[in-house]
Each structure stands twice: as C-alpha cells, then as structure tokens.
C-alpha cells in the first residue's frame, strides 16, 4: 500500500492511499449502503479510529518508541503516572 502526505486546510493533512482492488469494491459498497461516498466513509472510520484510542495505549506505544524526557522520572513518579491512566 503506497501513501502520500501533503498539507491543506489548517489542522487537516491529506493523505493518497492505494487498496487492493477488492476493499475498493467492498468498502465502496459499504459507503452506498450508508448514504455516503467512499472518501466520506473512510474518513469516517479513521476518525472513528483515532477517537477510539486509549490514552493508556497511546503512553505505551509513545514510551516504548519516543523516549523524549530530559530527565528521567523516578520510580515512585513513573508508578504514580500509571496509576493515574490505569495501567
């Protein structure tokens, strides 16, 4: 699947996306079955996507690949933080 990013109204990006010829049809199908079309849809279901993700999913994955802090939080700190996303 090839992407491209390139920038557009302030706070939306524009990104082209390839699919399989099969999850054209299909979620084009979806799309008409919904009263929308299929850029509608799909932006619809990233959307639905982005909001669906867990803040303490997001600190896991940000913390296991952006380790970005000047100074390390203690134990004590790292463990209350936790706490407080439920983890």
Same mark, same amino acid.
């Given at each position: 699947m090839d992407t491209k990013t390139t920038s557009s109204k302030k706070g939306? /990006? /524009?990104k082209n996306i390839d699919i399989p010829e099969d999850a054209y049809r299909l979620l084009s199908a979806k799309a008409t079955e919904q009263g929308t079309n299929l850029k509608r849809y799909i932006e619809k279901l990233l959307i639905e996507e982005a909001e669906d993700i867990e803040d303490a999913e997001l600190y896991a994955h @940000? @913390? #296991?690949?952006k380790p970005n802090g000047f100074e390390m939080? #203690?134990?004590e700190e790292t463990k209350q933080f936790e706490r407080s996303l439920g983890l």
């Open positions: 939306i /990006r /524009r @940000l @913390l #296991s690949t939080a #203690s134990e």
